[in-house]
């Protein structure tokens, strides 16, 4: 279905949805939620971390650069025969789309060629998939696109002006450049970032903002909550409260109603309720699996116990060729 989407939110615009009282703000993102989705299915992931840790660049959240004594065990490029066992296992648990992520700060050529063979081989288990390996070149955006990656996910963070406080390795622009790159060899992209690194309200709203004015919006938008991870900068950051992080999603799915908006990383210390109440506001997408990267995320049974609870079901992959949605683009939806 092509529907028309608004690219041109400003900042105020965003800020007056997240004022708005909570119930107030709820209830209009459940309606733009069923306008678009059926709010009963979940669409659900599994990640898996393929070369773990060592990663030179300075992400103040990350337990997986190198800089930061986090005792994390660092990993080589995992063989393509281990890759398509853990892929054939989340399969098996009720995954649609299998996310693979690598500690790069960019890949070499030599890598992507590898991580092509794995996106072949988990393509033919009939799973979706997803990658994200660091800055692309334009060559290596053409290369992945060719062996079948479907989504490339590749986060803004946080608003553009928050983010030297997180980030010094890389500029806010070489995330853009890389997103555009996805884009143009017509990969979907999976682009969205974290709350809860100490940012405020007009940062949370700057991030939705560029998110939403990018010249389409991204098909999947995972909003994480940080995972502190001892060693890291950003341990002991105050925590966000819980009924903020529901706003945010809300506004998300306003800003980006045909967009999956993914509940991602945080769950394995939030509530059910506080789960419910995302899933209200319209998130229907989560990292479903014992593990995220590196940092657990709730046991699978859990999580299907809490769809039980909630009267939710696993979204069903979509057919080769068929499309949550097109977004026409801010160029045609203008004209
Ligand atoms: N190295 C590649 C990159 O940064 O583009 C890909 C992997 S990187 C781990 C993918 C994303 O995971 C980051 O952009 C960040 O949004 C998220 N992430 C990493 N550590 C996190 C944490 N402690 N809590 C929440 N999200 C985190
Ligand atoms: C995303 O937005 N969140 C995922 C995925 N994309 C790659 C990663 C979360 C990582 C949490 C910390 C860890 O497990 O290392
Ligand atoms: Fe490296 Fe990615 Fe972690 Fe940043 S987020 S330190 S680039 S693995």
């Not at 393509?80 to 066992?85: E, F, P, Q, T, W």
């Not at 991602?264 to 899933?279: I, P, Y």
């Amino acid at each position: 279905m092509a529907v028309h989407l608004r690219h041109d939110w400003s900042r105020e615009d965003v800020l007056a949805l997240f004022a708005l009282p909570f119930n107030d703000l709820l209830f209009q993102a459940a309606c733009v939620h069923r306008a678009h989705h059926n709010p009963r299915q979940v669409q659900v992931s599994t990640l898996l971390s393929i070369k773990t840790g060592g990663c030179p660049e300075d992400c103040s959240y990350c337990p997986q650069a190198a800089r930061y004594s986090t005792g994390l065990n660092a990993h080589k490029l995992m063989d393509l025969d281990v890759v398509l066992d853990k892929a054939r296992a989340a399969k098996a648990a009720g995954a649609t789309r299998f996310c693979m992520g690598a500690a790069w700060r960019a890949p070499k050529d030599r890598d992507v060629e590898k991580v092509a063979a794995m996106i072949e081989g988990v393509n033919a288990l009939g799973l979706e998939t997803c990658a994200t390996l660091g800055m692309l070149t334009p060559e290596q955006a053409e290369r992945l696109k060719g062996a079948g990656l479907a989504y490339y996910n590749h986060n803004l963070d946080t608003a553009p002006e928050y983010y030297d406080s997180v980030i010094r390795t890389r500029e806010y622009e070489d995330r853009l450049d890389t997103l555009e790159q996805v884009r143009r060899v017509g990969m979907k992209t999976c682009c969205g970032g974290i709350v809860g690194m100490g940012e405020t309200r007009e940062h949370r709203a700057g991030l939705l903002q560029t998110l939403a004015t990018l010249p389409t919006h991204p098909e999947s938008v995972p909003i994480n909550r940080l995972v502190q991870v001892p060693g890291t900068p950003l341990h002991g950051t105050e925590q966000i409260d819980p009924l903020e992080f529901v706003r945010t999603i809300a506004v998300a799915r306003i800003l980006m109603p045909g967009s999956m908006v993914r509940l991602s990383a945080g769950r394995e210390d939030m509530s059910d309720e506080l789960q419910a109440l995302c899933f209200l506001a319209g998130a229907n997408s989560i990292f479903y699996g014992e593990k995220l990267l590196t940092t657990g995320n709730p046991d699978t049974e859990k999580d299907q116990a809490l769809f039980a609870r909630l009267g939710l079901e696993p979204m069903p992959a979509p057919e080769p060729g068929e499309h949550v949605h097109v977004d026409l683009g801010a160029v045609e939806s203008a004209a």
